[in-house]
């Protein structure tokens, strides 16, 4: 396995006798979009949740830039470069877009425990929201309340506030979801060109965007990863056509 | 200039002019009044940096506020009786070190409580703020070096170099200058790289985590900055009234303070004085007419909290946010 | 000490922990339910030990006195409930503290204004005043006791309702999921109404016993609400069962602590400043413990996620 930045290693969890991650060892390659897909329940989620730091595996560990990261808790891993959009947006809805971007990059920046001087008067926490904002064609709305945004310029805000983090990977869960077509397929462009600055762990509803976007794809079911592999090998796959593609041939 | 700009500046000039109308008409029980509303206010501000900013619903700020008052006090009462406190520290009555030690003495509180009420969150915040509030009351009760239940009268006002203390209007002018200050501090706070970090923990905690902030130490450090500012106030609180007793620390007080800010307007820079005027003219004006003002008191209270969440200067600004 | 002298205090403790229970169930219940913080919890017990001391006056009855005070403390319970509370449902805590703050001055007031401000005091009933001698020719307050048992049948009491009733069934639903039982076609309104009446009676009931014990006047609603949220947070927000040991816990070691600290204190200290130590200590004994809880288990010790 060549220069993987950031792998899981026997990941398990367990909620009662509901097995929601099964022994689960992926990896993310620089430059690359690695895909995770899966049925709802399959556990993308929890998956999610323990890398990014906001659960504690049962049993297995994390990997991330040549460092084992388990034990830290999710300040310390954003610390580290894991920059990760929520499925559900988890902005500060009281803020305006820019101050949301600001946010992110004072986050990267550190030193926040300073209490005097105007952070919206800094220039460099300005410029790297700004282009940040720039990047997902949110611009026109800096001034906009959050609250106000529609559930797709929320998604936006999410991936542009990530971008600020300028993190080492980004994982990002369901970035698409609530877009709209044309939406999706202006994103879709952007993360092609992003993987380059970062790569991208991508859980993601929309196929056409995952098959469009993803170097490798892996398969979640029922907490355990059933296949990983491209595009093609993923399709060709007889027990992912069967778990997971044959249930939505039928439906 | 903004509506909210305008309240901000015109608010506390309202109460510097209530205070020097009332020297030129010579009522001197006014001043006192206006006195007691700059303090309460700058107990508000240390509370709403906490409640405003931090959302963080703390109930055991009279402990903090009594703290403050108790500095004042105990440095006070070494220095009127001569004897040195544990034998080395001689007591002062220079308004500045008591103000001083009143800050520093609140703040360690405000990180010792916070640092364990902060584990926490949701309502068991609430109830332990309280309850650490309780344990402050129920010791200096118990404690009997400086008069237990009764408290320590003090028969002299502390100094302030250069000025007359005594003369109402100069210990006005003293308290109003450290509510400026403060709230000039509490301005600027809102607005530092500080300020959007805590506001953000008060909205979304997992945000604040995702872009590498720690919350519990945003928190903790705005709870201590809090309790420091409310502490600064008990301690002139005490030297307003020249006594300090356990009743500083009681829970009620830390409700007074958390109801002024609410009456007033939360996360708003100049709500805690605009809520301090209106409680001690409410106070003024109600208890003329009852016996039983409390009652008032709290169907004011009820209303504003079920049919006007922005408070006073909410009503009157609007619900606009500050964007910068 | 004598070992007379500890079981006294041990039973004291357990007559203190019985009480704040009695506080502490209904709290929590109303928390769990319908996930409201009730500041004014504390006058409702105020309520129970005016109507109590109101009724004894007039009949000089103290069951009827003790019934006066379920039923008022169950009747002001509801219709605050209907009039205000009920609003509060989806409010952040902040509105929750302040309007119940409200109705403290507004309960407090009222009474001042209805009873005066001196304290009312209601004797305990012939048949219970006085010692009884207990096991091992101990003897103890016959109303300390009945206060024990009163309070061990109630916990009894609620358990089983909890576990065994129809009414029971629903609370746990409510617990869960609040759609859910919409959905199941329970009135929501009427069961949110029910319990918060029922958690106003058994503060209502602690009220009126402790009113035998003490005096009754206003303000006492207080400090025993903020002891009641003590054992709320060391027992875990929303389980009786946590309101239970964490009552008997609080109640054990603020009785003992007043007992016992300065004792110890004397063993290495001259006798006056051991008993100013001790007495100082014995205040802040029982936030320690919440402090110590709390450090291990932020959420309590049968909480869930805090």
Known sequence: MTDAILSTRSLSKSFGALQASDSVSLDLRAGEIHALIGPNGAGKSTLIAQISGALRPDSGSVIFDGQDVTPLPTVARARLGLGRTFQISALAMEFTVLQNAVLGALGQRGRAFRVLGKVMRDKALLESAESALQEVGLSEFRNTVTAELSHGQRRQLEVAVALTLKPKVFLMDEPMAGLGAEGSQRLTGFLDGLRHRAPILLVEHDMDAVFALADRISVLVYGRIIATGTADEIRANAEVRQAYLGEEDAA | ?324 | ?306
Request: proline letters at 3%.
């Open chain 2, 1 to 324: 200039m903004r509506r909210e700009t305008i309240l901000n500046v015109g608010i506390p000039g309202l109460l510097l002019a209530i205070g020097l109308l009332a020297y030129a008409l010579d009522e001197t029980y006014i001043i006192t009044l206006a006195t007691r509303a700059a303090i309460l206010a700058l107990a508000g501000v240390g509370l709403n940096i906490a409640l405003g900013l931090g959302g963080l619903v703390s109930l055991g700020h009279a402990a903090f506020f009594g703290i403050g008052g108790y500095a004042m006090g105990i440095l006070a009462f070494h220095a009127q009786t001569y004897m040195p406190l544990w034998g080395v520290i001689g007591g002062t009555t220079s308004m500045p070190i008591i103000w001083l030690v009143a800050v520093i003495a609140s703040g360690l509180a405000a990180l010792v409580i916070g640092a364990l009420s902060l584990r926490t969150s949701g309502v068991y915040f609430i109830m332990i703020t309280l309850a650490f509030g309780q344990m402050l009351f129920y010791f200096a009760i118990s404690w009997p070096a400086y008069g237990g239940e009764d408290g320590v009268s003090i028969y002299m006002r502390n100094n302030f170099p250069g000025l007359n203390t005594l003369v109402p209007l100069n210990f006005f002018l003293i308290c109003f200058a450290v509510l400026a200050v403060v709230l000039i501090f509490a301005g600027r706070l809102g607005k530092s790289p500080f300020g959007l970090a805590l506001q953000a923990t008060r909205q979304n905690v997992a945000r604040v985590e995702a872009v590498g902030l720690a919350p519990y130490k945003l928190r903790l450090m705005a709870f201590v900055l809090s309790g420091a500012i409310t502490g600064l106030a008990g301690a002139l609180f005490a030297d307003l009234n020249r006594f300090v007793s356990p009743s500083m620390l009681s829970w009620q007080m830390s409700g007074e303070i958390m109801v002024l800010v609410i009456l007033g307007g939360i996360a708003r820079l100049s709500g805690p004085v605009a809520g301090a005027m209106v409680f001690i003219a409410l106070e003024y004006v109600l208890e003329d007419l009852s016996h039983y003002w409390h009652i008032y008191l709290g169907a004011i209270l009820l209303l504003v909290v079920l049919f006007a969440r922005g408070g006073l200067v909410g009503l009157i600004a609007g619900r606009e946010v500050a964007h910068d």
């Open chain 3, 1 to 306: 000490m004598s070992a007379a002298l500890l079981a006294e205090q041990l039973l004291n403790g357990l007559q203190f922990g019985v009480m704040l229970f009695l506080m502490a169930a209904g709290l929590t219940l109303i928390f769990g339910v319908m996930g409201l913080i009730n500041l004014a919890h504390g006058s409702l017990y105020m309520i129970g030990a005016f109507a109590a001391a109101g009724m004894a006056a007039l009949t000089g009855s103290f069951l009827l006195a003790l019934a006066a005070a379920l039923m008022a403390a169950a009747i002001v319970g509801a219709i605050v409930e209907m009039v205000v509370i009920r609003r509060l449902y989806d409010r952040d805590h902040l509105d929750q503290v302040l309007a119940t703050f409200a109705l403290i001055l507004i309960f407090s007031e009222g009474t001042r204004f209805l009873f005066g401000s001196l304290p009312l005091y209601l004797d305990t009933p012939d048949l219970l005043s006085g010692p009884t001698t207990l096991f091992g020719g101990l003897e103890y307050s016959k109303y300390r006791l009945f206060i024990i048992a009163v309070g061990l049948a109630v916990g009894g009491g609620l358990f089983w309702l909890i576990a065994r009733t129809r009414l029971g069934i629903q609370i746990r639903a409510g617990k869960a999921d609040r759609e859910m039982i919409a959905a199941l076609g329970v009135d929501i309104r009427r069961l949110y109404t029910l319990v918060f009446a029922l958690g106003a009676a058994l503060a209502g009931l602690a009220g009126a016993m402790i009113g035998a014990i003490q005096s009754v006047e206003v303000g006492m609603g207080e400090p025993v609400l903020i002891l009641a949220f003590v054992v709320i947070v060391i027992g875990g927000i929303g389980s009786i069962k946590g309101a239970f040991v964490g009552a008997l816990l609080v109640g054990m070691t603020d009785t003992l602590g007043r007992v016992l600290l300065p004792q110890a204190f004397g063993l290495f200290m001259d006798a006056s400043s051991a008993t100013t130590v001790g007495a100082s200590l014995a205040s802040m004994s029982i936030y320690i413990l919440m402090a110590g809880i709390l450090l291990f288990r932020p959420s309590g010790l049968f909480g869930g996620q805090a």
